[in-house]
């Protein structure tokens, strides 16, 4: 929305007045405040600055106001400068039905009480980004029939892979399942050290080109995975992860080394916490080699050394912040990594990248020590080969972390125990149907599905609740200036400011939709599961709002447009969800690995060696991997 001079001159006025800058036109910028979760819709530092000794706003010869350094008039008169140009920018709020004498009352309550509370306020929790510190006691909860959710500790049975041999080529090795390198590390065919060099040496070979990597943890990795073997010497195996190597999202902090959220702004923080889900995979065995890009603030896959590449059409960028967990996962870089999601950010580049990946029901891992967009709606979750090691990892990491409030410990079934032949699973008129095809050959109950509800714009109050959670938890970047720093102006620079005129009523608006939205989908949920696209855009609005788990399977490939001539390697992945009712995980998870138990697309590799005889990629660039910093 494009201001008028009349309305842009009024909002230089009330903002200069806040600042306490500027003592001839009246204060009324604190009456907006009262209405708004947050201020402005341009940021203080992107604003003109008087002088000193002058104020912005001069009395002209005719009565009208005239703003310095300026030969145009906002015409208004000093006299209605608050009932008229004030009352225009009210419209932008859609709050322009207040008469003169009621302007004026809200300004005097609102500088009387609500900014010394607004300043109290921010300079109490406000003071550092990122949402590491001081959640909000306000916890969404996914749960469907307000029943107290009965807690289980109950670990999963794995399956047994007994006979699996070590292959001859560490190609082989890279590309093998968790459970699969699980059975050669606990019969110690392979040790865990050997499996950490052979990763960080393909992490090192493959990044210049797919750039999915912030930071090798080398030191670290090679520490833990001593550690392991020393175990396993001593009769000690700690289960399916034991010495098994991962990479983790550039946004969980990990001691001694950079968390930089992929931003610029802080590619040289240290954020010494181990996060939850860091504490708990280093209590499984899990060796640390890599801190992984995610896009910048965890926006989409552009972060501050460039972007990251889809290793099965290089040529394509991974989409998704969770860039570099589903690029390394696919290229054979990792065995499995974790990653996040807010709006998209697992589904997104696991399609796109072709790998399996599990977005769980909100609140089943704990998110301390992880940078926060929305609490409300960032998820963990895993990316793996299979969708049994999404089970095996998902085991591992969930469970009440006592300072997430939004955790908790689910009731989630194993799925490797689940009876697929008593399921009734829809379909959607978006769903693979190779998909439906096995799962009803495998007994299954089969049915044609549609998702019901009445709210018209899931988008509308997903961008209300996300923009306004995550701009109180970057207030003070904003506030300093340092989104003019940010990779890519187009995308959280611009929807944080459109977020600063987000009035309160609104956005609580939008969570009493949201919880309509919820009633309607647990309602319109009729069958056990459905399969559908998992990155239509409505259903990654809904299912995120709504907390549902969803697990992204790769069905197939297609070739990619425009090939060179004489053809090419590279493809394009095909790929499906399987979206389950909250705290139904293990539904997923077990129609996942019955499909992927009688189909061989999830085994596919993509062609980072080889694109074949007349497709090529130019050299990449030298990348200098940033060091381990000291404490």
Same mark, same amino acid.
């Given at each position: ?5 009349? /309305? ?16 001839? %036109? @009246? ?9 708004? @979760? ?86 109490? $929790? ?7 510190? %001081? ?22 049975? %794995? ?18 399942? @968790? ?26 070979? %493959? ?8 930071? !090798? ?18 009769? $000690? ?10 990479? !983790? ?122 940078? /926060? ?18 089970? $095996? ?42 998909? @439906?095809?096995?799962?009803? /050959? ?41 989104? &003019? ?33 919820? &009633? ?47 053809? /090419? ?39 980072? &060696? ?12 030298? $990348? ?8």
């Amino acid at each position: 929305m494009t201001l008028d001079k009349c /309305s842009r001159e009024s909002l230089l006025a009330l903002t200069r007045s806040i600042g306490g800058s500027c003592i001839y %036109y @009246v204060h009324f910028g604190a009456a907006i405040i009262c209405c708004l @979760v947050l201020v402005f819709t341009v940021p203080l530092h992107s604003l003109p600055s008087p002088s000193v000794t002058h104020p912005p706003f001069i009395p002209s010869t005719n009565g009208t106001v005239k703003y310095m350094g300026s030969n145009n008039h906002c015409p208004c008169s000093e006299k209605n400068i608050e009932g008229s140009c004030l009352r225009r920018f009210l419209g932008l709020l859609d709050a322009n039905f207040f008469n003169d004498k009621q302007i004026v009352e809200i300004e005097k309550g609102a500088k009387e009480l609500s900014i010394p509370i607004i300043e109290a306020n921010r300079r109490f $929790v406000a003071s550092e980004n990122g949402g590491l510190h %001081y959640p909000s006691p306000l916890i969404f909860n996914p749960n469907w029939d307000h029943q107290s959710i009965q807690p289980t500790n109950r670990r999963f049975n %794995y399956p047994s892979n007994s006979g699996i041999q070590r292959p001859e080529s560490e190609e082989d090795i890279a590309f093998m399942s @968790v459970l699969e390198l699980a059975e050669l590390i606990k019969t110690k065919k392979i040790t865990s050290q050997e499996l950490t060099r052979i990763f960080l040496q393909r992490l090192k070979k %493959y990044n210049p080109v797919l750039e999915a990597v912030i930071t !090798l943890t080398e030191e670290l990795a090679h520490k833990q995975a001593k550690a392991a073997d020393e175990l396993l010497g001593q009769g $000690v195996y700690l289960g399916p992860l034991h010495g098994i190597p991962y990479g !983790l999202k550039d946004i969980i902090s990990v001691p001694g080394y950079k968390t930089t959220w992929g931003s610029k702004t802080f590619k040289d923080q240290i954020i010494d916490t181990e996060a939850w889900v860091y504490k708990r995979l280093k209590a499984a065995g899990a060796v640390l080699v890599a801190k992984l890009v995610s896009g910048s603030l965890a926006y989409d896959d552009i972060w501050f050394g460039g972007r990251t590449r889809n290793p099965w059409n290089i040529e394509e960028f991974s989409t998704g912040s969770s860039a570099g967990p589903a690029a390394s996962t696919s290229a054979g870089m990792v065995p499995f990594a974790i990653g996040s999601e807010t709006a998209g950010s697992i589904t997104y580049p696991a399609a796109r990248c072709g790998v399996t990946a599990l977005r769980p029901t909100f609140g089943t891992v704990g998110r301390t020590g992880v940078m /926060s967009i929305a609490e409300s709606l960032d998820k963990l979750g895993p990316f793996c080969r299979t969708a049994a090691d999404c089970a $095996v990892v998902l085991d591992i990491i969930r469970g009440n972390d006592p300072d997430d409030l939004s955790s908790r410990d689910v009731p989630i079934d194993d799925p490797f125990s689940i009876d697929i032949t008593k399921l009734t699973v829809g379909y959607l008129e978006d769903a693979e149907m190779e998909v @439906v095809h096995v799962l009803a /050959s495998k007994g299954v109950k089969m049915v044609p599905f549609q998702l019901n509800y009445t709210v018209d714009s899931a988008q509308g109050i997903l961008n209300f609740t996300m923009d306004v959670e995550m701009l109180a938890h970057f207030d003070e970047w904003q506030r300093s200036g340092k989104d &003019n720093e940010y990779e890519a102006q187009d995308q959280w620079p611009t929807e944080l400011r459109r977020a600063r005129i987000i009035p309160a009523v609104d956005y609580i608006q939008a969570q009493r939709a949201r919880g309509k939205l919820i &009633n309607e989908v647990r309602d319109s949920f009729t069958v056990d599961a459905f399969i559908g696209n998992a990155t239509d855009w409505e259903k990654v609005c809904v299912g995120n709002l709504v907390g549902l788990p969803v697990i992204v399977v790769p069905t197939g490939f297609t070739n990619i447009s425009n090939p060179p001539p004489g053809g /090419s390697k590279r493809r394009t992945t095909v790929t499906t969800g399987i979206y389950a009712p909250r705290h139904r995980d293990h539904i997923s998870l077990a129609l996942a690995m019955a499909y992927q138990s009688a189909t061989n697309h999830h085994k596919k590799r993509p062609p980072i &060696n080889d694109l074949g005889p007349n497709d090529k990629i130019l050299d990449p660039p030298t $990348v200098i991997y940033p060091p381990r910093v000291l404490r």
